[in-house]
């Protein structure tokens, strides 16, 4: 069991840490951590990407490294609700230098970063730890972890780890084509909104042990609000959208969090649901709103929220 603070770091520039616009030409050396994004509102929410597979030619300036790096915070910010908030984040990289390019077993990456028996990414969480300690120091809590995977190699996954999961470890494969949606389904919607997967994979009703389990998370800690194991509209967690005419599509679709039945979602299409959808629907996009809020330091209102939610309703309409 780790057991961590909570810490928020909104105004570090400290020794070991570089604004990446003030460097010199030259390379980048491990250990050095580089600040990309400074939150100029709220608490400061912390981001930490970290890369794998990446050697000495990789960590130039303007090298391999910083532009993936770059990229997946584009990526990470390419859609809203994050898109409206990107003052509120913190984004750093840590250089992480590895022997080897390629992620497999026994390849010595700096994380150790490989598949799993159950096809899922597995790598040294300890050394993942100490690494993003040097950007946020350490006790760290509410910061959510890009593992970059410098291959594409493995199927993405998101874990948590941290007093009551308080913080998420995204791992994500570089070079797969789907690399923006990639950032966005793990970091975004698993590592902030604390989302369920929407997509069905197994042709079979939901056990009643994971309901209970998700029944406890949610109620507890709030995760998985995307989904509900009713189907009643009156009573639904996304019951305040229902009756609300500018969310037509959003209604009671069986099947979500892997389950083909016994499980609902709000609307048919998400980010979270399948590959084609570059949107979070009404209820993901509320509970990202409402986590970026609470780790802020703000208030949360779902009146607030439906006023800002208003740019967003035109684009939902081309998926529904």
């Known amino acids: 069991m780790i057991k961590l603070k909570s810490l928020f770091v909104g105004l570090i520039l400290a020794a070991g840490i570089l604004s990446c616009e003030n460097l010199d030409d030259g390379s980048y050396v491990d250990g050095e951590t580089i600040l990309l994004n400074k939150a100029t509102k709220g608490n400061g929410i912390n981001i930490v990407m970290l890369g794998d597979g990446y050697i000495w030619s990789d960590l130039e300036t303007g090298g391999l490294y910083i532009g993936t790096m770059r990229k997946c915070m584009d990526a990470f910010f390419s859609i809203e609700p994050v898109k409206s908030f990107k003052e509120y984040f913190n984004v750093y990289t840590v250089i ?19 598949v799993g028996q159950d096809g899922l990414p597995v790598f040294d969480l300890d050394k993942c730890i100490r690494s993003v300690g040097k950007a946020v120091g350490d006790g760290f809590t509410d910061t959510v972890i890009l593992l970059i995977g410098n291959e594409e190699y493995f199927r993405p996954a998101t874990s948590y780890f941290g007093d009551r999961d308080s913080n998420a470890v995204c791992s994500i494969c570089l070079q797969s ?38 029944n406890h998370e949610y109620e507890q800690f709030g995760f998985r609000g995307n989904i509900d194991f009713s189907s009643d509209p009156s009573t639904v967690r996304w019951a305040h959208f229902m009756d609300n005419p500018d969310y037509p599509e959003v209604g009671i679709f069986e099947g979500a969090a892997r389950y083909r039945s016994g499980i609902w979602r709000s609307e048919q299409h998400s980010i979270m649901t399948d590959g084609d959808a570059m949107y979070f629907n009404a209820r993901c996009r509320e509970l990202i709103y409402k986590r970026i809020k609470e780790l802020a330091g703000e208030e949360y209102s779902i009146e607030e929220f439906l006023r800002y939610d208003k740019k967003n309703l035109a684009g939902t309409r081309l998926w529904n």
């Open 96 to 114: 992480c230098e590895s022997r080897n390019t390629f992620v497999s077993e026994n390849s010595a990456t700096y994380f150790n970063l490989t």
């Open 177 to 214: 084509e789907a690399i923006a949606r990639v950032v966005l389904h793990e970091s975004v919607g698993h590592g902030i909104g604390r989302l369920a997967d929407e997509y069905v994979e197994f042709d079979e009703e939901i056990p009643q042990s994971l309901i209970d389990y998700y």
